[in-house]
Each structure stands twice: as structure tokens, then as C-alpha cells.
């Protein structure tokens, strides 16, 4: 027995032409780039930046900061203030910019970032690494003595002026910053105090050409290592300086040789002559600095 044969009408496909054409898939990437930024310009920065500090701020030093916007440098974190609520702040920073670094993202990276900030009139820029902690580097220059306020408070009246350089890198803990090290170098050049006043008791002016040395942090204190400085003052020392909250009872445990020389103003020279020393020691014998930043003792 045979059975008819059936045909199947043809099927056609001219009609998804239509949807590949130029107009389409324009107007179908003119939709996704709308959409992207849109996305971009309404997601939550701020918000997201605000979380991450929370793992930080968990002590009497906080870090805070203004707004949050998206820029060509990438992310722009502006008005940055790290210090206690009612004290001068330990750092300040207008503008720190942060993206991800290019070469660790070819690597298949997203975790390495790249900053720049300004800073006290002056400049910055460093890597960080998210890892397992933190790992980083920053170089600063060009930082204006007489914009950072920690070290104006102090001063009832007068200037201070110089401008500040150096390095820092560090490692810490995600989870807990405080236990984190570092090392650096710095240099400040054409320092100087004039017309001063600490707690209403007038200083003689001291002009400083050149000061440099290393540091440490680690453990809630600085070591200091080859200090030295030119100038109105020639010094040399080392020693450890021990955080406090405030920052002017934090201890001092220094070691410093200071001498004068042909260009040291007579003032200066009498300050130096009746710092206390052992019967008989050399005028370049080396000295003891204790007590705290806000009373110094020497011995």
C-alpha cells in the first residue's frame, strides 16, 4: 500500500533579515551604552566607599571624607580627613583619585589600584594591592609645611613654611590596620619659624635649608633613623616617637647631637648654649630627648 506523499510548504527566513540590520544593531549598542551610563551615573559611590571605610573607623581615629564622583582619573574621593573628631586632623587631602592598574587587569588582576591626590599644595601618587592585606607604596612632594594644621595649632602666632618630600611602604591587615608596619625616607627643604609664639612665649627664628632622614612605623610608634639637618641648626639623631591620643602626649625617647655654626643667629646660639649637659661633655656631646611632644625635656 503506498501513501501519499505529503509536501511541507517551504519555511522562509527573509523576515529576520530586519532585525540584523545596521539600524538595529545601532540603535540596540546606542541603547546598552545609554544604559551603562546611567547605571554609572546612578549607582552609589558614596555609599559603596562608606562601607568599605566601616572596617576601618572602629577606633578614635577615623577617616572621612566630603563626595564621591567618577572622573577620566578615575574614582575622585574629595575633602579626605583622617584624625580624631574634636582634635586637628593628622591628614587632609583634597582630591585622591583611584583606578585599577591597566597592566594587572591584562594579567586578569582587579584587585591592584593606582592613586593620585592632591595634598597641602602639593602632589602625591602610589599603587595599593588588595590581597589576603594591604600591600603599598606612595611618593609625595612638593607638600606645603604651613598648610598642615597639626603643626600650625601649635603655634599661638607666627609662620611656618618648607616644603616637604619623600616615599612610604607599608603592609597591614585588612582586618585590623593598626597592626600594620611601614618604612620610608623624607626631606623637607628651606624650613623656617619666624615671629612665632608656643603658648604665649615667644621663639626665636630658626631657618632650617635642608633636613632628612628614615622612619619606621609599626606598633603604635615612629622610629626615626639619620636624621639630619643644615641650617641655623646642624643635627643629627635618631630615636622613637610613641602615639598618644592626643597627639601632644605622645612620648619622646630621642638622641640628638646639635651644634651651631658661623650663619646660626646669636639667639639661637644662647638656646643652644644652656641646654643642660654632664659636667665637662663636649659642646657636640649627644643629647636625651624625653617627656612629649607638647613638653619636651632635655638632658
Given amino acids: 500500500m503506498r501513501l501519499p506523499a505529503l509536501r511541507l510548504p517551504g519555511l522562509s527566513f527573509d523576515w529576520a533579515r530586519g532585525l540584523v540590520s545596521r539600524t538595529t544593531v545601532m540603535y540596540v549598542a546606542f541603547t546598552a551604552v545609554l544604559f551603562v551610563v546611567f547605571l554609572v551615573l546612578t549607582f552609589p559611590h558614596e555609599l559603596l566607599v562608606r562601607r568599605a571605610l566601616s572596617a576601618v573607623n572602629r577606633g578614635p581615629v577615623t577617616v572621612d571624607f566630603k563626595t564621591v564622583s567618577l572622573s577620566f582619573r578615575g574614582y575622585d574621593v574629595a575633602g579626605i580627613r583622617v584624625g580624631t573628631e574634636d582634635g586637628p586632623a593628622y591628614l587632609e587631602c583634597s582630591h585622591l583619585w583611584i583606578r585599577p592598574s591597566l597592566a594587572s587587569l591584562l594579567r586578569g588582576n ?48 607666627g609662620r611656618l613654611s618648607g616644603k616637604v618630600s619623600g616615599q612610604f611602604a607599608f603592609e597591614t591587615r585588612r582586618d585590623n590596620v593598626a597592626v600594620g608596619q611601614g618604612s620610608g625616607e623624607f626631606a623637607i627643604d628651606g624650613a623656617a619659624l619666624a615671629s612665632a609664639k ?102
Fill in 198 to 299: 608656643i603658648r604665649g612665649a615667644p621663639v626665636p627664628d630658626v631657618r632650617v635649608r635642608q633636613a632628612k632622614g628614615k622612619f619606621s612605623v609599626g606598633g603604635g610608634h615612629v622610629s626615626v633613623q639619620d636624621v639630619q639637618t643644615t641650617g641655623d641648626l646642624n643635627l643629627q639623631g635618631a630615636g622613637q616617637i610613641t602615639f598618644k591620643d592626643p597627639i601632644g602626649d605622645s612620648a619622646l625617647n630621642l638622641r640628638a647631637t646639635i651644634t651651631t655654626g658661623l650663619e646660626t643667629p646669636d639667639t639661637i646660639k644662647a638656646l643652644v648654649a644652656i641646654i643642660p649637659r654632664a659636667p665637662g661633655a663636649k659642646p657636640d656631646a649627644p643629647l636625651t630627648v624625653t617627656g612629649t611632644l607638647a613638653n619636651p625635656r632635655v638632658r
Fill in 110 to 157: 582587579p584587585y591592584d589600584f593606582v592613586l593620585s591626590a592632591d595634598l597641602y599644595d602639593g602632589e602625591a601618587s602610589g599603587e595599593l594591592s588588595l590581597g589576603s592585606s594591604l600591600v603599598g607604596a606612595l611618593q609625595w612632594r612638593g607638600l606645603d609645611l604651613s598648610r598642615y594644621r597639626l603643626l600650625t595649632a601649635m603655634l599661638d602666632d
